[in-house]
């Protein structure tokens, strides 16, 4: 395998331009879900390239419970510096474990807190919570829950002028209704697995907001009325109790994303062409996932060989 079997770990550097130029030049609804994509299986083949380097760099370790076989200099050849990067392997997969774990760990444990405070509120689609602080996000459900948007007396309050409020629950809804929550939770457990994919988080949550606020406009049939209710939302909302759960105002470009709505609708190509700088960029995306895919399926089947070789599986 040689170097080959390291490609995975630095590939996502080629998806920094990417996210930027998507961000810009793609719909939202494209956008989001081809970074989401290039972030998930990014995230997966470094995983998987970790693993191969420590199997085989720790073989020869004392006390290793592997096959003693697995320790011979054949197989230690398949990864350059194995030894350095079998040892350098092991706090970086346990680090990778933790990061994730601790991730989806604090999603259940927010979600499970989020419900148990509209138990005692009417079982609608909206709650209205009566706080202080001006916050909404979109609550999905599941284990018999039902998807709700949570909002406060206090947000309300401040969105008073006509189609505001409107604005707000078709925001959310179409938080909802696309499932934004799981594609922002793959992607921050793609940027725990892989730091170099963190760009792409950044640009999934600033894409997924573009892409609700484009329904939301969409369903109250004016662009300029969604723009004022995010500013008027940004200028006094608190955070969402999680980064992984979507809200009116998050954080991030809001100034962005008001500049956009005020800006003519974006086009709905789901797939830019070819021979433009923006087609250029999603078909590199498309690619480098390939690649990196690829790299680490020919890096496990070659290990795999190479194992099996020197003892049976």
């Known amino acids: 395998m040689g170097l080959f079997v390291f490609l995975p770990l630095v590939l996502p550097l080629t998806a920094w331009p990417v996210a930027r130029l998507a961000e810009q030049h793609l719909h939202p609804r494209a956008a989001t879900r081809l970074l989401a994509a290039v972030a998930a299986v990014m995230a997966v083949c470094s995983t998987v390239c970790l693993a191969l380097v420590m199997v085989v760099g720790t073989a020869q370790l004392p006390g290793n419970p592997l096959p003693d076989a697995w320790s011979d200099p054949e197989v230690r050849a398949a990864v350059p510096y194995d030894e350095i990067a079998g040892k350098a392997a092991i706090p970086a997969l346990c680090a990778v474990v933790a990061a994730c774990g601790r991730t989806l760990w604090r999603h259940a444990r927010t979600r499970r807190r989020a419900h148990r405070a509209l138990a005692g509120l009417r079982r609608a689609q909206v709650a209205v919570l009566r706080d202080e602080a001006a916050y909404a996000y979109a609550l999905p459900g599941g284990r018999g829950r039902r998807n709700r948007v949570v ?32 594609l922002l939770l793959a992607v921050h457990l793609a ?44 200028l006094s909302a608190h955070r969402a109790p999680a980064a992984t759960l979507p809200c009116l ?65």
């Open 151 to 182: 909002v406060t007396t206090a947000l309300l309050e401040r969105l008073r002028r006509p189609g505001e409020r409107r604005a707000l629950f078709a925001h959310e809804r179409a938080h909802l209704a696309a499932r934004h929550h799981r």
């Open 191 to 234: 940027a725990c697995a892989n730091p170099f994919l963190r760009p792409l988080r950044t640009a999934v949550s600033y894409t997924a907001e573009r892409w609700a606020d484009e329904e939301a406009a969409r369903v109250v049939g004016s662009r300029r009325t969604v723009a004022r209710a995010i500013g008027r939302a940004a």
């Open 249 to 313: 105002a998050a954080p991030g470009p809001v100034p962005r994303r008001v500049a956009a709505l005020l800006a003519p609708a974006p086009s709905g190509r789901p797939w830019p062409p070819v021979f433009t700088s923006v087609g250029l960029a999603a078909w590199g995306a498309a690619v480098g996932t390939a690649v990196s895919a690829l790299s680490s399926a020919n890096s496990a089947v070659t290990m795999y060989l190479v194992l099996k070789a020197a003892t049976p599986l």
